[in-house]
Nanobody, 125 residues
Framework: QVQLAESGGGLVQPGGSLRLSCAAS????????VAWFRQAPGKEREFVAV????????SFADSVRGRFTISRDGAKNTVYLQMNSLKPEDPAVYYC??????????????????WGQGTQVTVSS
């Protein structure tokens, strides 16, 4: 099984940037689809971004498109979420999740089998 560990969260001002990392161990991610989700207090968990490791197909939620990017580093077995132009509505616990790829880039939370513990992102206003 694959284990995931997020890092890179913190407190930033509106308009600032953060890069979140999702480091995997136990398995190489070359056969996986990896996604980022987030959950703010009082809200349901929502999809943010996804990447298919093998073919690098990506998809983003409308709320972050143009501001966030997702990428991978094979040597480090890590997926990154670069967050730019952060807004007051972006604070949440950000989670990375993985699933064995079916040549897809799923946005569905319940399709993912492996989850990290999350990293907190706070944006001051």
């Amino acid at each position: 099984q694959v284990q995931l560990a997020e890092s890179g969260g913190g407190l930033v001002q509106p308009g600032g940037s953060l890069r979140l990392s999702c480091a995997a161990s136990g398995r190489a991610l070359n056969s996986y689809t990896v996604a980022w989700f987030r959950q703010a207090p009082g809200k349901e968990r929502e999809f943010v971004a996804v990447i298919n490791w093998s073919d690098t197909r990506i998809s983003f939620a409308d709320s972050v498109r143009g501001r966030f990017t997702i990428s991978r580093d094979g040597a480090k077995n890590t997926v990154y979420l670069q967050m730019n132009s952060l807004k007051p509505e972006d604070p949440a616990v950000y989670y990375c999740a993985a699933k064995l790829s079916r040549d897809d880039i799923s946005r569905r939370e319940d399709s993912y089998d492996y989850w990290g513990q999350g990293t907190q992102v706070t944006v001051s206003s």
